[in-house]
């Protein structure tokens, strides 16, 4: 059985959506996560992930290991105990740790290869809810805005605790999104941003309410045809990141590399500190940015059309 999931990008309002305000974020289906599972010869469970050098047996995996969690979440919910003979192997063209959403791609790519494999019928909602779970194991305070955009491979308006909606494009646009190379685990920036929020409540929060704002205008543009307008929304939320100090001298750096290439506006993605940056591009200037990228140092760059 094999299955994969898409890896992602936050248009408009991470870290802000971690306390309760709306975000907007799409797939990305140019990069994926892969899972394949199939009966073994041999006794147990065994998990390969060549990248990230993982070669094991379940029941060796610690409790808190997300791969090994999933699969025994999985078990569990279908009533069975994580006994067979199989053979895992989970590939994945998502840079780790880099706001692409690669934890969460792994873990629905596996929920739904070892499902099927073991004919437990899953339903997406079952799906989200159960790599919500692990992603608290990745992130500690996981909004589950990835897990959503993930698992319904849609576009979403996503607000904490509320029903998931998706969003229409009336329009398509073209994203070029650059990859720092530096990886920045997103459980440390959330971390870091909580802490501030701890000290200075009322600032932070007026900043959150800036962001939120932000996410709702992006959608009247996006639904009404005007995305070329998104460009000064995305300056204006890389600011609100920086001064939240979630960006990173390369974020900055790349921002600043696509604007001046002729990009209408960028910002970092995801977690930040590193990671990916997105511009919105004209799709005919969308090469000549993404070298611009390159040669402001990104270590790589996908062009995406959002549609
Ligand atoms: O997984 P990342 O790096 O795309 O970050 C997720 C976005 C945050 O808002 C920073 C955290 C969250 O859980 O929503």
């Not at 995305?234 to 002729?262: F, I, K, W, Y």
Request: glycine letters at 10%.
């Amino acid at each position: 059985m094999i299955a994969s999931a898409p890896g992602k990008v936050i248009l408009f309002g991470e870290h802000a959506v971690v306390y309760d305000r709306p975000a907007l974020a799409v797939p990305v289906k140019q990069v994926k996560a892969e899972v394949e599972v199939k009966e073994a010869s041999h006794r147990g469970i065994w998990i390969t992930a060549t990248q990230i050098g993982l070669h094991a047996e379940l029941s060796a995996l610690a409790v808190d290991h997300p791969i090994g969690a999933v699969i025994r979440e999985v078990f569990q919910r279908a009533g069975r105990s994580p006994s067979a003979s199989l053979d895992i192997h989970i590939s994945s063209t998502i840079p780790p740790a880099s706001g692409l959403g690669s934890g969460a791609a792994v873990s629905v790519a596996l929920v739904r290869a070892l499902a099927g494999q073991i004919s437990h019928p899953i339903s997406d909602a079952q799906v989200n809810d159960l790599v919500f779970e692990i992603e608290k194991l990745h992130h500690g305070t996981p909004s589950g805005i990835d897990n959503t955009v993930i698992t319904y491979a849609a576009p979403v308006y996503f607000t904490r605790g509320k029903p998931i909606e998706t969003f229409r494009v009336d329009k398509p646009f073209t994203l070029v999104i650059g990859d720092t190379g530096v990886r920045a685990p997103t459980r440390k920036s959330v971390g870091d941003v909580r802490a501030t929020w701890e000290k200075d409540r009322n600032r932070i929060e007026k900043m959150f309410d800036g962001i939120g704002e932000i996410v709702l205008q992006a959608r009247r543009f996006i639904e009404s045809g005007k995305p070329e307008q998104l460009g000064e929304l995305m300056n204006r939320n890389h600011v609100l990141l920086r001064d939240l100090t979630v960006s990173s001298p390369e974020l900055d750096r790349l921002v600043d590399a696509a604007c001046r290439a002729g990009a209408s506006g960028a910002k970092l993605s995801g977690g930040g500190r590193g990671g990916n940056m997105i511009a919105l591009v004209e799709e005919e200037n969308s090469q000549t940015i993404a070298k611009a990228l390159m040669s402001a140092g990104a270590r790589s760059t996908i062009i995406t059309t959002v549609s």
